[in-house]
């Protein structure tokens, strides 16, 4: 499908936020390390992704009762759901000057339609090397799930089954989406808020 851009100005994927503090010394120097291990840009933005989809656990599959938010938050405990985890990756992207936003599908909580409906929150970053944005899913990978760094196709970790309702939002947004922070901000236990707290809609 076709993507669309919240806005036409690339440094407003740029910005800091409340969620993505960028400017934070623990995102900075964690930035800077990759960044120093990277040959270009592109492989900055792929070993980025990577640590935050490999060495961040996904609160779910940890069957942790801590909810994080805040990228740096993220990173001092190694853990988050996706709307979290999504707020990590694009503020290291961010740190270096490389524009990310923010991308949501509509997916099945379970694996049939009558587990009902939630929003997942992943990252697309825009590279200057190719002058194309693309999508990236650090959620974290497991048996049935395989997202990975592509240019050729994408490889997120769910693809859309639209027998089930399932559909990807086709816009790219400047900041992540007021309903998934208040999900994190508005909840105590991370397992409770998985199967009862997440919005449904944008």
């Not at 970790?157 to 901000?185: H, M």
Request: net charge negative.
């Amino acid at each position: 499908m076709t993507f669309t851009c919240e806005s036409s100005n690339l440094d407003d994927y740029l910005e800091e936020t409340t969620e993505v503090d960028s400017g934070h010394f623990t995102i900075k120097d964690l930035a800077a390390e990759l960044y120093s291990q990277s040959l270009n840009e592109m492989d900055y933005v792929k070993t980025t992704f990577e640590f935050v989809r490999d060495h961040i656990s996904h609160s779910w599959d940890i069957q942790s009762s801590r909810i994080t938010c805040r990228a740096s938050e993220v990173l001092f405990f190694k853990e988050g759901i996706c709307y979290a985890k999504s707020n990590l990756l694009c503020a290291l992207l961010r740190c270096q000057g490389i524009p990310a936003g923010f991308c949501y599908q509509r997916l099945t909580l379970g694996d049939t339609p009558d587990t009902g409906h939630v929003i997942h929150a992943l990252n697309a970053v825009y590279l200057n090397s190719i002058g194309k944005w693309i999508r990236l899913d650090a959620r974290g990978n497991k048996s049935g799930v395989d997202a990975q760094f592509s240019l050729e196709e994408e490889k997120l970790a769910f693809p859309i089954r639209e027998v089930y309702d399932e559909s990807d939002y086709p816009v790219i947004y400047t900041k992540p989406n007021i309903k998934t922070i208040n999900s994190l901000l508005q909840n105590t236990d991370c397992t409770t808020m998985y199967l009862h707290g997440l919005p449904s809609s944008l």
